[in-house]
């Protein structure tokens, strides 16, 4: 897919690390420059130099979308530095695991605001921009929203809305000619997959590919997934050859959300 994106301009939010990362780099391969935001600005500099090691343009802003102005700041900056917006990635947010008796109020707004009000935001401020250009929206959801868990709570809810939203939105792109699909990633090689990993070590005292293993037999899939496996699908739906995709919210998760399973007596 080298070049097939060839002067195109991504803002890709969520853009220090892992998924948000790898979608960063992909999509400059392809040719795209870059806007990343994230609240880590040593990072996002990192992730910059990547995108710059590919020959492409990277601009950074550093900033919590949570604050209702930064959407808005967002599209300025993409028109000012850069004349134009091609692509969205809505990828920033993550929610807190835990018990529903002890999960604050708090948490469940903080969950609400990243993941869902502040794409809503965005996706409104850039929207005259998109339908400029004929762009592309994808949200990073999550399996959470297909397959809810008592432990995942927040984040199950945060993003059955957030899929509930895009499907409406992608109603209005067809209207004005702006793509719009999400991508539910299963469980991916990250931070906060390393976090559980280490909880099932110190659990088991198994060795790290020992509890990778273990691990992978109870979800029941073929594999945990890596940050590039989702980039490039990313890189593909918003590809001329991916363009037909429209109103999808795809599952990648090797085989993790399972249909509903038939007793033998039904």
């Not at 400059?28 to 600005?41: F, S």
């Not at 931070?191 to 005292?205: E, N, P, W």
């Not at 037999?217 to 429209?246: K, N, Q, Y």
Request: net charge neutral.
């Amino acid at each position: 897919m080298e070049n097939d994106l060839q002067g195109k301009v991504a803002l890709v939010t969520g853009a220090s690390r892992g998924i948000g990362s790898a979608i960063a780099v992909e999509l400059a391969t392809a040719g795209c420059d870059l806007l990343l935001t994230a609240r880590d600005r040593a990072a996002l500099d990192e992730v910059a130099a990547a995108v710059s090691a590919t020959g492409r343009r990277a601009e950074i802003h550093a900033a919590d979308l949570r604050d209702e102005g930064e959407p808005v700041r967002l599209a300025e900056l993409a028109k000012a530095r850069f004349g134009r917006l091609d692509i969205l990635v809505n990828n920033a947010g993550a929610n807190p695991r835990g018990s529903f008796f002890t999960l604050t109020d708090a948490q469940w707004a903080a969950g609400f605001d990243l993941k869902l009000f502040a794409q809503v935001r965005l996706a409104r401020a850039v929207w005259p921009l998109l339908t400029q250009s004929g762009g592309s929206i994808v949200a990073i959801a999550g399996i959470g929203g297909r397959a809810p868990v008592a432990d995942y709570m927040i984040g199950s809810s945060v993003i059955g809305a957030q899929l509930a939203f895009m499907k409406a939105l992608a109603d209005l792109g067809k209207r004005d000619g702006v793509q719009v699909n999400s991508v539910n990633p299963g469980s991916v090689d990250t931070d906060r997959f390393r976090h559980r990993l280490d909880i099932i070590m110190q659990r088991t005292g198994l060795d790290e590919a020992a509890a990778i293993e273990r691990h992978r037999a109870e979800l029941e899939i073929t594999r945990f997934g890596r940050p590039e496996d989702i980039a490039g699908l990313v890189a593909f739906m918003v590809s001329p050859r991916g363009r037909w995709m429209h109103g999808a919210a795809v599952d990648m998760d090797g085989g993790q959300v399972i249909p509903l399973r038939m007793s033998k007596y039904d």
